[in-house]
């Protein structure tokens, strides 16, 4: 479901970014970060949530980033509410460590915070939780047709 959604997406895309699969599972910061060899900060975690209509986003973060509920709810007009575990792959595609802004169904909008520009390269997971992929913050945006906003402390 989720890897194959993404590798499907990459290809329809002309994406040449690599997807890494890992022996070890990547499915927290934590986790990806020491199998990638990075700090925590480069992981782009990707966080599935809900808006006030009921819509639902995909919101892309560094690693150790914590949503500031002020600067995020004067960005969406609502409190920041997390999807449920079984909510997350239902809406997604993608399982809860797993979770990424590639392959997503029609309506499910992604959104980058500014905190990824810190970096060169940011790892976002490809669709399960033993794998990642290697993108410039701009690469990002462009595969993603994100949108930029600044939600986190």
Known sequence: MGYETVVQYFKERNIPNEIILLDESSATVE??????GREPGE????LALELKDGSHIVLVVMGTARISNQKYKQAFQCKAKMLSFDDTLAVTGHPVGGVCPFGLPDGVKVYLD???RQFKEVFPAAGTGNSA???TPEELQRATDGVWVDVTQ
């Open 43 to 46: 992981i782009a975690k990707s």
């Open 133 to 135: 992929v290697c993108f």
């Open 31 to 36: 986790l990806a970060a020491k199998a990638l």
């Open 114 to 116: 500014e905190s990824l």
